[in-house]
């Protein structure tokens, strides 16, 4: 059976499926020119687990293999104590072969601290050399004390086409290697409580914290402060993307640790507030509107409207992000995030944001607080 439809069309017909696993899999049945689209969906991530180790190397292994070219990220998850772990060097070779692999999520549990570097060491993580983005987990041993040294630097270092990073539970205390070479195009850091002053002490020792533009980072404490402040004080007009996560008033100071005026080329900035009650209202303005970055195109505004009510000054909020200030900017979306009930009564935003709304770039989305113990990217 041959399709009667011109390819380009068809294309984009099999686009809009995909998501849809089972219609994908439908479609690449129907003949040899519905084939290569579905595929490039359904093949695009490939997870590889202790359990299934031995029947992706056996497949990719294989010469009659078509599933290479639409792998484009891998999902690996290794177990130092499971007996099928060491399988994982043997799949090394076709690895080489996967040349639009370009994102890697793994995740390692079980190295204890003795295993731990010569571990890192082996064919498999050498593996990625083309890999661009990073989110990676080190889980130590289940018998762990919290002060054992993780490699985090020295896994790093072994991805050399790495521009984005991103941490999500990382066990143990960062030690310092000095074989460890951060990648020269390393340029967005999404990054966790126990990562972020460890990472940006090593870029700047390094100097290579100047390729950064991209930032997120979780609520900073006051034990953080020494190691964020002066990195994002170096990071200045590079920086374009910044997201962050603030909390009156248990964390440190905010507006000691952020100075917007030292960041005028911000083009998205997102603030996400997790305080607990509305003590923080009038420092969050005031910090709010150090903000001089002309070329700012998108701001977005986690809070809890539960807090964030009509005692807050809208009113100078919506002035301050007037079009004369901030000619570029295309969207602020407030999220209205909700702790103990449903908060989804955005009208009184519309109305207390009139320049806003009137300008179009105003949106409002209900989102729920969510929680999780190892930190926001967990």
């Not at 080190?138 to 896994?155: A, I």
């Not at 190691?227 to 964390?251: E, K, M, N, Y």
Request: glycine share 2%.
């Amino acid at each position: 059976m041959n399709s009667e439809f011109p390819q380009e069309l068809l294309d984009e017909i099999l686009e809009h499926f995909a998501t849809d696993f089972g219609s994908l899999k439908i479609c690449s049945l129907v003949c040899r020119a519905w084939v290569f689209r579905p595929r490039s969906h359904l093949f695009s991530s490939v997870h590889l687990l202790p359990k299934n180790i031995v029947f992706v190397r056996n497949l990719l292994s294989s010469p009659n293999c078509t599933l290479l070219s639409h792998i484009q990220s891998l999902h690996v998850f290794r177990d130092y104590e499971h007996k099928n772990d060491r399988r994982f060097n043997e799949i090394v070779a076709s690895l080489h072969r996967l040349t639009n692999l370009r994102v890697l999520k793994l995740t390692t549990r079980n190295i204890s601290a003795a295993d731990a570097e010569a571990y890192f060491h082996t064919d498999f993580f050498a593996a990625f050399p083309q890999v661009a983005r990073l989110v990676l987990s080190l889980r130590l041993d289940s018998e762990h004390d919290e002060q054992q040294p993780t490699p985090l630097l020295l896994v790093i270092s072994l991805f050399p086409a790495l521009q984005e990073l991103r941490i999500g539970r990382l066990d143990g205390s960062v030690i310092t290697q000095a074989s460890a070479v951060p990648p020269h195009g390393l340029r967005s850091l999404y990054l966790t409580e126990e990562s972020m002053g460890p990472i940006f002490r090593w870029l700047r020792a390094c100097n290579r914290l100047h390729n950064v533009h991209s930032v997120k980072l979780p609520c900073i404490y006051r034990q953080h402060v020494d190691s964020v402040r002066p990195a994002l004080q170096r990071l200045g007009g590079v920086l374009h993307h910044l997201d962050i996560f603030v909390q009156w008033p248990s964390t440190a100071d905010s507006s000691m640790v952020f100075d917007f005026s030292l960041h005028p080329n911000l083009k998205t900035l997102a603030i996400r507030d997790t305080s607990w009650d509305s003590s923080g209202h009038r420092q969050f303005l005031l910090w709010m509107t150090r903000l001089a970055a002309p070329t700012l195109e998108r701001l977005t505004l986690s809070l809890d409207l539960s807090l964030y009510d009509s005692n807050f000054d809208w009113a100078a909020l919506d002035a301050f992000l007037c079009s004369a200030r901030f000619p570029g900017l295309q969207s602020v979306v407030i999220e209205c995030n909700h702790r103990r009930y449903r908060y989804d009564n955005h009208q009184f935003l519309h109305e207390a944001l009139p320049l806003l709304e009137s300008s179009g770039v105003l949106r409002t989305v209900c989102k729920a607080r969510v929680w999780s113990p190892f930190g926001p990217y967990a």
